[in-house]
């Protein structure tokens, strides 16, 4: 015997389809929200590619702006550290950079134009916007003279000539002996002794000796002899020495020796 279905009064298909509609619509609204929140993102991005766009093109702009037009043109040149060397000259051999963009300043150029002085040991070069090249200048210091056919020639602790003068200058010891040659070990042993103590004890020296690198001796002003040694540790052989001349000041000393610091010696 068939029972009538008892159930809420609905079609059942219609249920369903209305069901279907409303995930359909369902659907919709979450792709639409996804399109949104994606268009949102390109935008993003698209914005910070137009930042890094602009920020590029205004670096090639200023990049280009100092390198192809005079706004960067060099329009004043600062030398400093000069003292020895003329310092007109040195002025006359850098102004073929005036006018030329601070980018374009070749370091290599700049070397070429300061190699015919070579009392410059070594430089630095600035480049200050907008019209700035700055020079500046470390100079050779004349360490050790040397008799020659008039007067004498003055070394530095590298050997290269400096200038010449009449008689050997306040600092720059007469070197005899071994020291004649400025090729040999003796030469370079005492120029780098004379270059590594304080311009205050080397101005007390007048004159060097040696026959080896181990044997080098100054004369001081004060007639005392000193025993140098080798050119190792040369600084802490003159704080020694300098100690000693202090404390011995108000006795008779001929002869000094600070070739072994641990002991030195004094009659």
Do not use: C, N
Not at 53 to 81: D, K, Q
Request: hydrophobic share 45%.
């Amino acid at each position: 015997m068939l029972e009538r279905f008892r159930g809420t009064g609905q079609d059942p298909v219609r249920v369903a389809e209305r069901r279907l509609a409303a995930a359909a619509r369902q659907r919709r609204r979450q792709a639409r929200g996804e399109r949104r929140r994606f268009s949102a993102e390109a935008r993003r991005r698209r914005r910070r590619w137009y930042v890094v766009l602009a920020a590029v093109g205004a670096l090639v702009l200023f990049v280009a702006a100092g390198v192809f037009t005079p706004l960067m043109a060099v329009r004043e040149i600062e030398v400093s550290g000069v003292e020895s060397v003329d310092a007109g000259k040195v002025q006359e051999a850098l102004e073929r950079f005036e006018g030329r963009p601070l980018a374009l300043i070749d370091d290599g150029e700049v070397h070429r134009a300061l190699e015919p002085f070579p009392v410059i040991q070594r430089y630095a070069v600035e480049r200050v916007p907008p019209h700035t090249l700055v020079v500046r200048i470390e100079e050779r210091t004349p360490v050790i003279s040397v008799a020659g056919s008039e007067g004498v020639q003055l070394y530095d602790a590298a050997g290269v000539l400096l200038g010449s003068a009449d008689a050997a200058p306040a600092g720059v010891p007469l070197g005899e002996g071994a020291l004649t040659d400025l090729s040999s070990a003796a030469f370079r042993s005492a120029s780098r002794a004379l270059r590594d103590m304080p311009a205050d004890l080397r101005g007390q020296i007048t004159g060097a000796s040696a026959t080896s690198a181990q044997d080098v001796t100054f004369a001081l002003a004060s007639g005392i002899t000193v025993i140098w040694g080798d050119a190792d540790d040369s600084r802490r052989k003159a704080v020694v020495l300098q100690a000693m001349l202090s404390s011995l000041a108000d006795q008779s000393v001929s002869r000094i020796d600070v070739s072994a610091t641990e002991a030195p010696v004094f009659e």
